[in-house]
Every structure is written in C-alpha cells, then in structure tokens.
Nanobody
Framework: QVQLVESGGGLVQAGGSLRLSCAAS????????MAWYRQGPGKQQRDMVA????????SYADSVKGRFTISRDNAKNTVSLQMGSLKPEDAAVYYC?????????WGQGTQVTVSS
C-alpha cells in the first residue's frame, strides 16, 4: 500500500506564491513518475499541472509554464510544486499523483484558493 500526504494549500492573493508538498510512504519500491494535477471548481476531470520523472525530467501544462516549478527529492520520496504569479484561474484542489510499479496512487487533495 502507498500513502500520499499533501500539504501547503491555502488562500493567497493573485500574484502571490504558494508551495505544495507531497510525501510518499509505504510500498514505494519502484516509484517512478510523480505529478501534480488539479480539479477546478465545477469541473469533473483532473488536469495535469506538472510531472517529473525519477531522473528529474519535468513537463508542464502550457497554462503554468514559467510560473510553476516541480521538483522531487528521491531520497525523501517527496514531490513539491512551487507556484508563483498565481491567478484566480489557478484556484483548484491540487492532487499529488505517483506511479509505483505501474500502479497509480492519488493523494487526498489540497485546496488552493486565489483571491483577486
């Protein structure tokens, strides 16, 4: 079993910054990709925000390029998302997602609210 604990969500003014973190524990041998997704208000699907491989290769949604940075610490099995220049449209529940031996696990989600 894999456990994911997210932290760092909250309320921030537009233009501000916020950092999300996710720690993976449990049966995580074979952990490969780590990622952040988000689900905006009223939306049914979760959209990819950023992903990072275990070698550190990162990719981003076009909407966050240049503003968000994903990073991971393989020794601590954590993934972080540094968010800057936040916009009201970035408000969402952010979910951590990891892939372990081809199985996908999701965190419980953390709310990010951006006031204009």
């Amino acid at each position: 079993q894999v456990q994911l604990v997210e932290s760092g969500g909250g309320l921030v003014q537009a233009g501000g910054s916020l950092r999300l973190s996710c720690a993976a524990s449990g049966s995580i041998f074979g952990l490969t990709s780590m990622a952040w997704y988000r689900q905006g208000p009223g939306k049914q699907q979760r959209d990819m925000v950023a992903t990072i491989t275990n070698s550190g290769s990162a990719s981003y949604a076009d909407s966050v390029k240049g503003r968000f940075t994903i990073s991971r610490d393989n020794a601590k099995n954590t993934v972080s998302l540094q968010m800057g220049s936040l916009k009201p449209e970035d408000a969402a529940v952010y979910y951590c997602k990891v892939v372990v031996r081809s199985f996908t696990y999701w965190g419980q989600g953390t709310q990010v609210t951006v006031s204009s």
